[in-house]
């Protein structure tokens, strides 16, 4: 995708148009000084402004986790937006998350940390439909991302592409 801004409504047009199955989406940052959280949420918005049912799934730290209202900071109160309860059991295996996620009714948008350090996003990535890496401008090399390629692929996971942000 290679975005140089993110902007929400076009990501879910190329996400769309490139992946057209695709219903669950991943954003996972380059590296560990990068957050993914504030670009799903605008995403979620986006497709739930498109007139879909979206839930939001936060795994920082290892850990999934629903975004509280407050932490939305009004992005729940869209129409069509709601927080997604994943249980640490099923975060366990991918066929596990797999399962709870074709349980949801829409799409899924969830913004987890770095695969390098991140034993759940990459179980994560093997689970979802479309992986998204969030890239900073100028602190991310090539090698880098090939090596991420490598992980969401190894593990049987799309790469959709990449989203380059300051």
């Known amino acids: 995708m290679g975005d140089r801004s993110p902007n929400p409504d076009l990501l879910f047009a190329r996400i769309q148009l490139r992946y057209p199955g695709a219903r669950h989406i991943l954003l996972v940052p380059a590296d560990a000084s990068g957050s993914t959280t504030d670009l799903a949420r605008q995403l979620a918005a986006a497709i739930a402004g498109a007139g879909q049912r979206v839930g939001l799934i936060d795994v920082g730290g290892g850990k999934a986790r629903p975004k509280q209202d407050g932490e939305l900071s009004g992005t729940l109160a869209t129409p069509g937006l709601h927080s997604i ?51 900073r401008r100028g602190r991310t090399l090539r090698c880098e991302l090939a090596e991420i390629r490598h992980e969401i692929e190894s593990v049987g996971g799309t790469l959709a592409g990449a989203v380059i942000i300051d």
């Open 85 to 135: 309860d994943l249980l640490e059991a099923e975060m366990g295996d991918a066929k596990r998350i797999g399962r709870a996620l074709e349980s949801q009714e829409g799409f899924t948008v969830a913004s987890a940390g770095p695969l390098q350090h991140d034993a759940q996003a990459l179980r994560l990535s093997a689970a979802m439909d479309a992986v998204i890496v969030v890239v």
